[in-house]
């Protein structure tokens, strides 16, 4: 009796669950959220056209000559280009990887393999996240204080000397400042890296009756290095195309009368200028001298290409290697 | 019984040799001052922006910081309210176009994708964020202002807060997603799975179940997200239509500075940072109140994700 009950309820109800139904709302839902994604991603698209179509009349018929150009007063000028500020990104990013990349991954390996759980290592942990954080401006302020201005207060600390050493507003200044910007973001990348190595792979260099720098340098090092690379590489791709800090620690955009060549390293301690530095300076000449525009889209793009390669390498190891490791 | 092994095992022996002791312990040590340097840093950015702004603050005359016409470094009027209103006005706009756009990529990849279009999708919008803000900058100037700034009211041949505020917003679309999406993948299977046995269609179970689930992590995608959009300086120096000084104002067509922004232009242009005696110092009290307020916004965030992370 009440099986029967139960039978003609289910047959009753089997209607209604295989009746199909439009789902209006969620459908909507669906195409708002789809929505935004795809907006997002053609403002990337309109970004990267317009600003070819703006730099072509430069790069379509001078690429070349304004790669070796120089800053000059006038956007029509045959040797208007970019070669300075190549210099000075090229170097920064170097400086970047030889300083930053040797601390970041000592940090992250002394963090997460030999720090005792101390409030010492708490407190390190807790900055270096926030350190990630701090706008870029101030650590521009950071690298005046410490590597360009010789001020009476520093000279206390005993660290009058780093202004010397840098020779103030040159490239070795805003390339040391870069590098502590970037630190957070190395030695965070590092850390995960490092995080992922199995456990068998440190007890296996263990039974064999290896010291722990030995393990971290047979085993862990190798195993974590494309994703310590991968850090690196947005280290870098980020410090080439930092602005506000240079322009702090005092890169210069006009008078700039030196052109050394790319390996030319008396240039280190010099007035300097940089890729984004030159396109800020071409944006705000164009009110005077149009040309300007195309000038400035035209470095944008080599900008672009630089940063873009270096992400992309970056994005595309780390991908291969997570796939490969599953 | 005989006894087996090596007789004269000693302590020595077992501590293994000396040079090897030695050597792991020039490593441990160097690896820990290079975890310091992180310490030190953070040291020398409050010293050093103490140091200076301390000089601003003993000297200036505080009625010049304050009801002032404008921001003025030049001339010795240092009106702070000029460049927090700015600052202001770009976050607020930043947030409207950032904050739909990034958590509304984020649902769809984390919740809608299939693993392909994730794939897809995804290194796209890391290329986006590794995009430098001076081509932000130059984007909402030359193509944002025409085409949209324009649109709605706007001038569109000069920058304005509301064109770089839109910049703004595009630049941290990607910092918005990502942490949402970070946040969204940190919800339990087990609980979507129960909502779709309920009966919940996906956008239910979604709406229902995984963003309530995922708010903490939503909530500091924001607050990051702000203190990051409060930090940009590029994008605000090029596109925000104010040079060297901005006159106060409340409508976000105008030109203005915002701290970051008012900071690189009284670095720029010359050599040296010049002005009346205290122009210099000015600059590290904007720098003090700015990295304040975002270091404040951050650790609340840190809070947040790390809210996240305990409940699953």
Same mark, same amino acid.
């Given at each position: 009796?009440?099986?029967?009950?139960?039978?003609?309820?289910?047959?009753?109800?089997?209607?209604?669950?295989?009746?199909?139904?439009?789902?209006?709302?969620?459908?909507?839902?669906?195409?708002?959220?789809?929505?935004?994604?795809?907006?997002?991603?053609?403002?990337?698209?309109?970004?990267?056209?317009?600003?070819?179509?703006?730099?072509?009349?430069?790069?379509?018929?001078?690429?070349?000559?304004?790669?070796?150009?120089?800053?000059?007063?006038?956007?029509?000028?045959?040797?208007?280009?970019?070669?300075?500020?190549?210099?000075?990104?090229?170097?920064?990013?170097?400086?970047?990887?030889?300083?930053?990349?040797?601390?970041?991954?000592?940090?992250?390996?002394?963090?997460?393999?030999?720090?005792?759980?101390?409030?010492?290592?708490?407190?390190?942990?807790?900055?270096?996240?926030?350190?990630?954080?701090?706008?870029?401006?101030?650590?521009?302020?950071?690298?005046?204080?410490?590597?360009?201005?010789?001020?009476?207060?520093?000279? $206390?600390?005993?660290?009058?000397?780093?202004?010397?050493?840098?020779?103030?507003?040159?490239?070795?200044?805003?390339?040391?400042?870069?590098?502590?910007?970037?630190?957070?973001?190395?030695?965070?990348?590092?850390?995960?890296?490092?995080?992922?190595?199995?456990?068998?792979?440190?007890?296996?260099?263990?039974?064999?009756?290896?010291?722990?720098?030995?393990?971290?340098?047979?085993?862990?090092?190798?195993?974590?290095?494309?994703?310590?690379?991968?850090?690196?590489?947005?280290?870098?791709?980020?410090?080439?195309?930092?602005?506000?800090?240079?322009?702090?620690?005092?890169?210069?955009?006009?008078?700039?009368?030196?052109?050394?060549?790319?390996?030319?390293?008396?240039?280190?301690?010099?007035? $300097?200028?940089?890729?984004?530095?030159?396109?800020?300076?071409?944006?705000?000449?164009?009110?005077?001298?149009?040309? $300007?525009?195309?000038?400035?889209?035209?470095?944008?793009?080599?900008?672009?290409?630089?940063?873009?390669?270096?992400?992309?390498?970056?994005?595309?190891?780390?991908?291969?290697?997570?796939?490969?490791?599953? | 019984?005989?006894?087996?092994?090596?007789?004269?095992?000693?302590?020595?022996?077992?501590?293994?040799?000396?040079?090897?002791?030695?050597?792991?312990?020039?490593?441990?040590?160097?690896?820990?001052?290079?975890?310091?340097?992180?310490?030190?840093?953070?040291?020398?950015?409050?010293?050093?922006?103490?140091?200076?702004?301390?000089?601003?603050?003993?000297?200036?005359?505080?009625?010049?910081?304050?009801?002032?016409?404008?921001?003025?470094?030049?001339?010795?009027?240092?009106?702070?309210?000029?460049?927090?209103?700015?600052?202001?006005?770009?976050?607020?706009?930043?947030?409207?176009?950032?904050?739909?756009?990034?958590?509304?990529?984020?649902?769809?990849?984390?919740?809608?994708?299939?693993?392909?279009?994730?794939?897809?999708?995804?290194?796209?919008?890391?290329?986006?964020?590794?995009?430098?803000?001076?081509?932000?900058?130059?984007?909402?100037?030359?193509?944002?202002?025409?085409?949209?700034?324009?649109?709605?009211?706007?001038?569109?041949?000069?920058?304005?807060?509301?064109?770089?505020?839109?910049?703004?917003?595009?630049?941290?679309?990607?910092?918005?997603?990502?942490?949402?999406? *970070?946040?969204?993948?940190?919800?339990?299977?087990?609980?979507?799975?129960?909502?779709?046995?309920?009966?919940?269609?996906?956008?239910?179970?979604?709406?229902?179940?995984?963003?309530?689930?995922?708010?903490?992590?939503?909530?500091?995608?924001?607050?990051?997200?702000?203190?990051?959009?409060?930090?940009?300086?590029?994008?605000?120096?090029?596109?925000?239509?104010?040079? *060297?000084?901005?006159?106060?104002?409340?409508?976000?067509?105008?030109?203005?500075?915002?701290?970051?922004?008012?900071?690189?232009?009284?670095?720029?242009?010359? *050599?040296?940072?010049?002005?009346?005696?205290?122009?210099?110092?000015?600059?590290?009290?904007?720098?003090?109140?700015?990295?304040?307020?975002?270091?404040?916004?951050?650790?609340?965030?840190?809070?947040?994700?790390?809210?996240?992370?305990?409940?699953?």
């Amino acid at each position: 009796m009440a099986l029967t009950t139960i039978g003609t309820a289910a047959r009753q109800g089997t209607t209604a669950f295989t009746r199909q139904r439009r789902d209006f709302a969620g459908g909507l839902f669906k195409a708002v959220i789809l929505l935004s994604l795809i907006v997002s991603l053609a403002v990337l698209a309109v970004l990267i056209v317009d600003t070819v179509a703006d730099g072509w009349a430069q790069l379509s018929t001078r690429a070349w000559d304004f790669l070796n150009g120089s800053l000059r007063s006038r956007s029509i000028d045959d040797k208007l280009g970019v070669k300075q500020g190549l210099y000075g990104s090229l170097w920064i990013g170097i400086i970047v990887a030889v300083t930053a990349f040797p601390v970041g991954v000592g940090a992250a390996v002394y963090l997460e393999e030999y720090a005792p759980k101390s409030r010492w290592s708490a407190i390190i942990e807790l900055v270096i996240r926030n350190l990630a954080g701090v706008p870029s401006v101030v650590y521009g302020l950071l690298g005046l204080f410490l590597f360009v201005e010789r001020s009476t207060i520093f000279g $206390f600390l005993g660290l009058g000397w780093l202004a010397d050493a840098t020779g103030g507003r040159s490239v070795l200044s805003a390339g040391l400042t870069l590098a502590v910007l970037v630190l957070p973001i190395v030695i965070i990348t590092a850390q995960e890296a490092v995080r992922a190595v199995p456990t068998g792979l440190k007890e296996g260099a263990y039974g064999l009756g290896a010291t722990k720098s030995e393990m971290v340098r047979t085993q862990i090092l190798p195993y974590a290095a494309p994703g310590i690379l991968t850090g690196t590489l947005l280290a870098m791709s980020r410090a080439i195309g930092e602005a506000a800090p240079l322009i702090l620690v005092g890169a210069i955009s006009g008078g700039l009368t030196r052109n050394p060549a790319v390996w030319d390293t008396s240039g280190l301690r010099e007035k $300097f200028t940089a890729l984004p530095i030159i396109i800020v300076e071409w944006v705000s000449e164009r009110g005077r001298d149009p040309g $300007f525009a195309t000038a400035a889209a035209a470095a944008i793009v080599v900008l672009l290409v630089l940063v873009l390669l270096m992400n992309m390498t970056a994005i595309l190891l780390r991908n291969r290697f997570e796939k490969k490791r599953g | 019984m005989n006894e087996v092994g090596p007789a004269e095992l000693s302590i020595e022996a077992l501590s293994g040799s000396p040079r090897r002791v030695r050597r792991e312990r020039i490593i441990s040590r160097a690896m820990f001052c290079a975890a310091s340097a992180s310490v030190v840093v953070s040291a020398l950015i409050i010293y050093a922006l103490f140091a200076e702004a301390w000089i601003f603050m003993r000297d200036v005359d505080w009625s010049a910081t304050w009801g002032q016409l404008g921001w003025f470094p030049r001339r010795g009027i240092y009106d702070m309210p000029t460049l927090l209103v700015a600052s202001l006005w770009t976050t607020a706009i930043a947030m409207v176009v950032a904050a739909p756009l990034g958590m509304g990529a984020a649902i769809y990849l984390s919740e809608y994708a299939k693993p392909s279009h994730r794939a897809l999708f995804k290194p796209i919008l890391e290329i986006l964020a590794g995009i430098p803000s001076v081509v932000l900058g130059f984007f909402a100037l030359l193509w944002l202002a025409p085409n949209v700034v324009a649109h709605i009211g706007g001038e569109g041949g000069r920058g304005s807060m509301l064109a770089a505020g839109i910049g703004v917003g595009i630049l941290t679309i990607p910092l918005v997603a990502s942490i949402s999406e *970070d946040a969204m993948a940190a919800v339990p299977k087990s609980l979507r799975e129960a909502s779709a046995g309920l009966g919940a269609r996906r956008a239910v179970t979604t709406v229902r179940v995984v963003l309530p689930a995922a708010v903490s992590g939503l909530v500091a995608s924001l607050i990051v997200a702000v203190s990051r959009a409060l930090g940009e300086t590029m994008v605000v120096f090029m596109a925000g239509g104010a040079a *060297d000084a901005a006159i106060k104002t409340y409508s976000p067509y105008e030109g203005s500075l915002t701290m970051p922004a008012a900071m690189a232009s009284l670095a720029s242009g010359t *050599d040296q940072v010049v002005g009346e005696g205290l122009t210099f110092q000015s600059l590290f009290f904007v720098g003090l109140v700015l990295f304040m307020l975002t270091l404040g916004l951050n650790l609340i965030g840190d809070r947040f994700v790390a809210r996240v992370r305990e409940q699953y």
